[in-house]
Structure formats: C-alpha cells, structure tokens
C-alpha cells in the first residue's frame, strides 16, 4: 500500500448507502484507486428457502426478494408457474398486472429519486418525492391491502378485482403527478448543479455495457433501445403504446433522465391501461394449493423491472415444491460488475451517485 | 409546552433530553428500512419528535433494527451498538428479529435477535406501518419516564452473556471485548 | 460596563446563534412541506447530548474541540454589535481574519487523534474549502478597509451610521455581494457542506464526536452563525447600536442563506473552489480595484 | 429457431437441441463442448451472458450447469447445459469468452461448491466464515442446521434461570 493511500469502508452503517451493502475502497485523497463490492448482508438463501415450501406458499417469500419494488418478482414467479402449468391468465387479469406493474415501476423510480437526491444533498426535491410516492403506497393499499409486499399476483391472474372507485382514484393521482413533474424538473432534473455533478460521472460505452451484462437504464442511457417490454411482451403491453426513452452520453445525468423520461411512460401507460380495460373474471381457478403438483419441466421468464431485466430459471422435477429455482436479477451484475469499474478512478462524492445511477438495490444482489 | 413539562424538564432534563431527542443511527439493517424514509420525510415528519437520522453510531442513541439479522450483518450490528453513546435504546422492527419471521428455517438468519444484542422495545408486523414507529416510539418515550429502558445497563451487566453467545456465533470475534467479561462488574 | 460585555456579548451571541439554528430546522422543514420540529429543538439536542456518557480518544482529542471553541469565543469579542465590542482597541479586521483559522485548526488536531480516515479527508476538505474562501474575503475585506480608511470594525460600523450602508454605495457594492456568496462556504452549509457531508464521509471531522464533544461542536457552530453572518451586517449594512436592529438584521441575511441551502445540492472539492475563486473572488477583487480608483 | 436448432447439432457432436414455449432454446452438450458452445453463439449474436444457474440432480448423482445467453435485438434466450460428477465437479471458466462469468461462478462455487478452473477470484461471496457443505446442495439439511447452530443457544431468561440455579 502506497504511502498515501487509505482504506475507506463505504457502508453498511452510512448515511450515503441505500440498501445494506459495503463497498471497500482504497482512496488517495479524494480519488479512488480501487473498488470492492462487498455484498451478503442480506443473504437469506432464498431460492433454497423455495425447495421448502410449495408452489403457492413460496409467493409471499418470493416478493420479499426487493423491498422496493416487489411485483416484478412476484410477476416472475407467477409466469413462471403458469408457464410449467400451462395455465391461461385471463385478459382483465392480464390488463391489471400492467397496471399494477407500472405503480410499482414508478413507486420504485420516487424511491430512487427520493435516494438519489438524499444522497446529493437536494434535501427539498428528496422529501417531496417520498411524499409523493406515498400517495401511490395509499393506493396498493386500497387494491391489495398492504403498502409495500402486496402478494397480489397468483398463478391464474390475480388475487382480487379492483375495488370500487378505484381507476379514478388513480386518474386523480396520474393527474396530480403530471402536474407536479415540471417541478421535479425545474428542482432537480434540469438544476444547473445537478447537471454539474452527474454528467460525464460513471460513463460506460455501450460494448462494455453489453459485454458486462447490463440491462435497463445502463442500456439505454448509452442509447441502445432494449426493453422487455417491447421486445418480449408480457401481460398486456402487446395492446399498449409505449416508447422507449434513450440517451446517447452513457453516464449518470443521461440514465437519471432515461429514468425521468420512463416515468412519463409509465402515467401514459396507466392512463391506457384504464381506458382499455376489458371485463372478465380476473381469476383461473388452481387446484387445491397442498396437492398441487406441477409437471416435470423447466422454464426461463423474464419482464422488465424498474432497473432491468429481471428473470428466474425455473425447475421442477414433477413434486409439489419447485427443485430449483435461480433468479437473474439486475442489480447482481450491476451492483458486482459494472458499479466496480466504474468506481475505478472515480471522486469519493461520487460513490453514491454512481451507485445510484446504476440503480443498485442492495436485497437483488444477495437475496 | 404546557405546565406539567415544564416541570418535568426542570426535575430530570436529562431523561427528557434522552426522551425528545432521539437520533437514529442509520443502517439499512434489512428490508423493514424502506418504512423508515417515509417516516422520516413530509408525510410523517418524525423530526417533529425529534428523531432524526445521523451519520454515525457516535451520535446516535437510538438504534432501529429494521427486518431480518444475517450473521454478517449482525457483526456490524454488534459493532455498531458498542460504539453508541450510552444512554441508549433499540428497537427490534419487524417479525424477524423476534423470531424469525419468515426466515424462520434459514440458513443465514439468526432467529432471536435479543440473544446477541438486548433488545428495548419491539414493533411487529411484515412490514410494520409507519404509525407502528410512531406507537413504538411513543411506548420507547414511556420506559424512559419509567427508567425501564435499560437495555444497554443490562448489556454491560450481563456482557459474558451476550460476549458467550455472539463467540459462539461468529467462532472468533476480530475486536476485543467492550467490557471486561467477569461477571457483574461495572466498568465506568 | 466594559467588563459586563465581556459576558453578556458572548451569551447573546449564544442564544442568537442557537435561535438560528432552531429556526433554520423549521424554515427548512417548511420548504418540504412538512412541520418541522420546536424552535427549542436544538436546546434539548445539546442538554442530551452534554448528559451523554462519551468516549474520548486522548488529551489532544480534548483539546482540540476546546481549542476550536475558544478560538471562536474569541472571536466573538472582536464583533460589534449592538453597540458592544468588548476588544475594540485590541486589533481589528485583520486579527478577526486570522482567528477564524483556529476552529478548523482545532478540529484538525481533535481528528488527527481520532483515526477514523472519514476524519482526514473531512479536514483536508475543509481546508481546501477554506483556501477557496480566504481568498476572496481577504479581498473583501481589504476593499471596506481602503474604502473607510480603518482596520477597526467599530469605526467602520461608525462610519455607516444613519443609513449610509456600504452595501448600497457603489464601490462596496460587488463585495458586499461577494460576501453573500461566501457566507454557505463560511459556515460549511450547503451547497458547501462538502467538508461535513454526511452522505459521502460520514459527517467528516464529526465522525467520532459524540456526546459532549459534539454539544461543543454544536456550540461552535451557534457562534459560528452569529460571527459570519454579523460581520457581514457589521461590514456591509451598518451594524446597529441596538441589539435587536442588529438581531433583525442577522435574521435577514441567514434567511436568505437558508433558501440558498434548500435548493442546492453538494458542491464536489474542485467544484467549490473553482466556483469560490471564480465569481466572489472576481467581484471582490473589481469592488477593490474601484475602491483604489475613486 | 428450429434452425437454430439443426445448425447446433451439425456442428457440435453430442449436443441435443430443443425448443422451450416460443422464444426458449435449450441446449444440452457433453461438458468438452460448452465453450465452444458459448463462443459459437456469441459470435452469432447472443452478446450477452445472462446467468450461470446450477441444479443438484442428487439422484443422478450429478451437478447440472446452465449458462442463459440472449441476444438484445431477438426475443431469443438461450440455456445451455452441461452435466459434471458431482464427487469431483471440476469445470473450466467461461471468463475468457464473457467478461462477467467470473461473478456468476463465484456465486456457484459459494453455493454449490463447484470449483471453476482458470477463475482467480473465487472468494466467498455471501456468506461469512461457512463451515458446513456449500448450502445449496440437496443433501444439506437446512432445518437441522437451523437448529443446531441458532435455535440452541440459550435465551436471556435460560440464562438467569441457569444462573440462580
């Protein structure tokens, strides 16, 4: 070790880490000479805990892989399911589950606004957007009856219809953070300091993002457009009109504005959705949840999370619990692989905002 | 503030200094954290009762453990809580410090977090409201008027206790002990 | 009554400073669309944080929190305000620019003990951040000295007297705008909080305070408040011989400062100084050339 | 893709190919194949290494590894298996043909115990000071760990209730 150099243990206890999740570092005064991610702090063991537990019992473990945002995983699973089953989900079923997975993608995008400016010091455009997405958290309440694990999702469609009244509640909230995003704008996407900080920090070129495994922001925010969505539709995003929002630059400013841009997908999303909402029973009835057993097979699905690709390879041997399980999760190679590059040569300010612009979640990576 | 307190203040300032200035450490212990910035931000404003997040263990003395311990975290945990400023208090948040919770047949959680840390207060539920901080909280304000918050004089007491368990844990521990380990000693 | 304001100036800068600072909780507070908490918030903080049973971590770390808050106790003495300056005779403008180097000076030695290396790079932050604000407030001060041809601050306020307020005279002007700019940098708030960020090194030279250690730190930041932003009243809008004028216009400027705080985020290191050698020290340095001029 | 599937067993001797649902293809190769397997596909089009899964067919004695590629222009995704001994589950790093192999096997080699040949960084990931079998395999039995390692320590109250016994 160099005469000037220090070890700087970057978390789990710290206020600049979201998540809990340590990042050793061997700094020189302010910049960083090298990065180690050092995760497990969260480590469960979960797609062990699966083999335990049979097909239905394992929906409210699963969801509990990312707190921040748990119906892209729960979403997984149950495709999953009916993939191996062979059961057809029917349309109004299929209609609500793009809904609910783009409440929960712009739950998950207030959250990380909320981390990302806490992180940078903007105080006042961090308080609001969990304000702001607390309004959200009302409504899963309303449709599910929980805040953050809704445990909504069920091989077959979903659990319940929507309750009474509840499109226009939604509406009324769409309405309201479309008025409110041009003052996200003017506090934090365009502010001057803001742009000062985060362009031209955690730049990658799209060969190194393809060849390291990046998926979602990582990929659009150097200007590949790669969105599950588009490219494999899942639920009903076939009938849905949707872009998918680049930046060419590939660093921290370009993937918080591709995140921005996806959040005004995600109300136009949620607007289509109530408009083209079909009636129909929202349920295929399973058989009884402690004989269930589901072929010999195996399957791989994906969708498309707030952060990237989100997959699970799925295995079962004929029995009534899934023989293996193994999820791909986005922040697993972002959080272990690029975020490692990228923190080479980098300030030590800029820790948390590379982090974040990555959009690393600490659960993802360990589960 | 109306009479009663004032009178309080004047008779015990430090109890309710300790009381309405609680400073959370913050660590994002496990998944029950992402409760806790809502609490702290407009909607629920925790800062009104003057708990507010601080950078280090240093300044804290209020320790939220927010969800499920793995073992490595819980040597961060364990760390983290010898480097408080006495007096202070913990709160277990969530099902799975207490026993487990979902992860009652992990491999990588341990099941009762108060084998290894004492524990002042819990909150439970899978996630806890935020209002649920607030009661917890509150009933937190409760057994410091009473002097039954007495978590960290029960740690120093009975150090062989938690040092024993955490040893038989972890196999061999990289810092020495915070107390000496014979029993019913205090070391002031 | 020249040795009562020895005592009464320091407690009324005192409670000065620590109303700020409540108050400065609740403004932000507002601005995020929540209640806040009680003007004596700070009060109970600091009666909690002295109860405290708190480790130390060697004479020097002692000493230096110590050194740190009597160097800013000082300094205290040499503001006029209110028609008090307990040191008048002793020294002026220029002893004032040298003492304000002993706070960070003394959190240098306390950290140095601390071997924490949040620690370290939390001072050479701050004192990379206080090369970039020296440089302008030397010139700022330089330029109100040459324009009233005095290094004593009691004269200069004397020489304002009945609204002739430097900031609104045309030479002194750019620096009195000058030292707005300065005044977050001066206090180590944001956008320039860079040196105590907690979200990056863990609050920096505070990382291994606690307890009483950082009841003192807290008190050294009340003074702090009061110092920066009454010399700045003294200098550039006349000082008052009124403890409450002189209160009201504190308030004034440390309001402005706070709207200033709530919309910034953190400066990175080189950000801070090239932007504290680029705009302050370029209009100082213009108000200071037209002051040689006339 | 059903060319895909026919062009895969030309080239490669022992492979066997079949389509999963619409967009699924599963490969199974010999375990001397795989690379070539792998590098084969990259240079078809499929940049991007998704994953390395492995299952534990215990019954077979055997440890199966699953290499998940997918191209970004296709909705095409790609598994690609391998059988290895489970006595002895020795197999070559990918690391040489996708640059992020080398964190998937490390997650492997954690939990399954599979040792990657030529991978230099294969320090435990998740877990700390693991003393048992690698977790993920079938013969561990999670319950009975549980309740050795956690579940026997004694509470606070057995504690003083020993004491003032």
């Known amino acids: ?233 899942y639920a009903a995003y076939s009938d849905m009109d949707l872009e998918v929002p680049t930046r060419e630059a590939g660093d921290a400013y370009s993937r918080v504005l591709v995140i921005r841009d996806e959040m005004v997908q995600s109300v136009s999303i949620l607007k289509q959705c109530i408009e083209k909402m079909p009636s129909g029973k929202v349920y295929e009835k399973t058989p009884n949840p402690f004989k269930w057993k589901i072929p010999k097979g195996e399957t791989y699905v994906r969708v498309e999370s707030a952060r990237g690709e989100f997959g699970l390879y799925l295995v079962s041997n004929g029995g009534n619990r899934p023989y293996r399980a193994h999820f791909k999760t986005p922040s697993f190679v972002h959080g272990l692989v690029i975020l490692e590059r990228l923190l080479k040569g980098a300030n030590i300010a800029d820790v948390g905002n590379i982090m974040l612009s990555l959009y690393v979640i600490a659960p993802e990576i360990d589960r | 503030m109306d009479r009663n307190n004032l009178i309080k203040w004047l008779k015990e300032p430090k109890k309710m200094g300790n009381k309405y200035s609680l400073w959370a450490v913050y660590f994002s212990t496990a998944c029950g954290v992402i409760e806790v910035p809502p609490v702290l931000t407009s909607r629920w404003d925790a800062e009104r009762f003057g708990v507010i997040p601080v950078a280090t263990p240093r300044q804290a003395n209020l320790f939220l453990i927010t969800g499920y311990v793995t073992t490595k975290t819980l040597k961060a945990i364990i760390r983290t809580y010898e480097q408080m400023a006495e007096p202070k208090y913990t709160i277990g948040f969530g099902s799975c410090p207490i026993n487990g919770g979902m992860y009652w047949d992990s491999y990588n959680t341990i099941k009762h977090l108060d084998k290894f840390i004492p524990v002042d207060g819990w909150i439970a539920g899978c996630m806890p409201r935020p209002e649920a901080i607030f009661i917890g909280v509150t009933k937190l304000w409760g057994m410091i008027d009473k002097g039954l918050a007495t978590g960290y004089i029960r740690y120093r007491e009975h150090y062989d206790y938690y040092r024993g368990n955490q040893e038989r844990l972890f196999g061999s521990m990289e810092w020495p002990p915070l107390y000496s380990l014979k029993e019913g000693t205090h070391d002031e | 009554m020249k040795f009562a304001e020895f005592i009464v100036s320091p407690i009324l800068a005192f409670i000065i400073g620590v109303f700020l600072m409540g108050l400065s909780r609740r403004i932000m507070a507002r601005i995020h669309r929540r209640y806040g908490p009680p003007l004596m918030q700070p009060v109970i903080d600091m009666i909690k944080l002295f109860s405290q049973k708190t480790i130390s971590h060697g004479p020097i770390f002692d000493a230096g929190v110590i050194l740190s808050l009597a160097g800013t106790i000082v300094l205290v003495l040499f503001i006029p305000f209110g028609g008090m300056c307990p040191l008048r005779t002793s020294g002026g403008l220029l002893v004032i620019l040298y003492i304000m180097l002993f706070a960070p000076l003394g959190l240098a030695l306390s950290g140095g003990e601390g071997a924490n290396p949040n620690i370290s790079i939390g001072i050479s932050r701050k004192f990379i951040l206080s090369l970039g604000y020296e440089v302008p407030f030397i010139l700022i001060m330089l330029s109100v000295m040459t324009y009233y041809h005095t ?66 730190a807290e008190i050294e930041h009340a003074f702090a408040i009061f110092i920066t932003i009454g010399l700045f009243v003294d200098m550039f809008l006349g000082g008052s011989s009124n403890v409450f004028y002189f209160f009201l216009k504190v308030l004034v400027v440390f309001v402005i400062g706070l709207l200033i705080n709530a919309v910034f985020p953190r400066f990175r290191t080189e950000q801070a100084v090239k932007f504290l050698w680029k705009w302050p020290s370029v209009m100082a340095l213009a108000g200071l050339i037209i002051v040689l001029a006339i | 893709m059903n060319d895909m599937v026919d062009l895969l067993k030309s080239i490669f001797k022992g492979t066997d190919a079949r389509t999963l649902g619409e967009n699924r293809l599963s490969v199974t190769t010999p375990g001397e194949s795989v690379l070539a397997v792998l590098d084969y596909l990259k240079a078809s089009g499929f940049y991007q290494l998704k994953s390395i899964s492995c299952v534990d067919w215990i019954d077979d004695n055997e440890f199966e590894l699953v290499y998940h590629v997918a191209s970004l222009e296709r909705p095409l995704h790609i598994m690609v298996k391998t059988r290895i001994d489970r006595d002895k589950p020795v197999f070559p790093t990918a690391m040489s043909i996708f640059k992020n192999a080398g964190i998937f096997e490390r997650e492997m080699h954690e939990l399954f115990g599979v040792m990657f040949e030529g991978n230099p960084d294969l320090n435990p990931l998740f877990l700390d000071n693991w003393k048992d079998i690698p977790p993920f395999r079938k013969d561990f039995d999670m319950r009975k760990y549980v309740k050795d390692t956690y579940d026997s320590i004694p509470s606070f109250e057995e504690y003083k209730w020993q004491k003032e016994n």
Not at chain 1, 191 to 209: C, H, M, T, V
């Open chain 3, 151 to 216: 290094i004593s601050a009691v004269d200069v306020v004397k020489a304002q007297s009945a609204f002739h307020w430097a900031i609104f005279s045309v030479p002194l002007f750019l620096p009195g705008l000058a030292y707005i700019l300065i005044i977050p940098a001066m206090l180590g708030i944001r956008p320039f909080d860079l040196a105590s960020a907690p979200q990056e090194i863990s609050s920096g030279p505070m990382a291994e305070y606690g307890g009483k250690y950082l009841a003192l």
């Open chain 1, 1 to 233: 070790m160099a005469e000037r150099e220090l070890e700087l243990i970057f978390g789990p206890q710290h206020l600049g880490m979201i998540g809990n999740l340590s990042i050793s570092l061997n700094v020189e005064g302010d910049t960083i000479l090298s990065a180690r991610v050092n995760p497990g702090y969260l480590h469960r063991g979960f797609e062990k805990l699966m083999e335990y537990r049979n097909w239905i019992q394992n929906f409210p473990l699963v969801c509990r892989i990312n707190m921040i945002e748990s119906e892209p995983v729960e979403m997984v699973y149950a495709m999953a399911v009916e993939d191996l089953a062979g059961i057809e989900v029917p349309e109004r079923a299929q209609y609500i589950r793009t809904m609910i997975q783009e409440m929960s993608r712009l739950s998950c995008h207030f959250t990380a606004a909320w981390a990302y400016t806490s992180i940078l010091g903007f105080d006042t455009p961090a308080q609001w957007a969990m304000g702001d997405r607390d309004y959200l958290l009302d409504l899963f309440e309303d449709l599910t009856g929980a805040r953050v694990y809704h445990i909504y999702n069920m091989p077959g469609g979903v659990r319940r219809d929507l309750p009474e009244g509840f499109e226009d509640k939604l509406l009324a909230f769409l309405d309201a953070i479309h008025n409110r995003l041009p003052d996200y704008n003017s506090t934090f996407f365009e502010n001057r300091l803001f742009y000062e900080r985060a362009s031209g920090i955690g730049k990658i070129s799209p060969e190194d993002a393809i060849e390291m495994g990046g998926t979602g922001q990582v990929l659009r925010g150097c200007g590949i457009k790669h969105d599950i969505r588009k490219l494999e539709p």
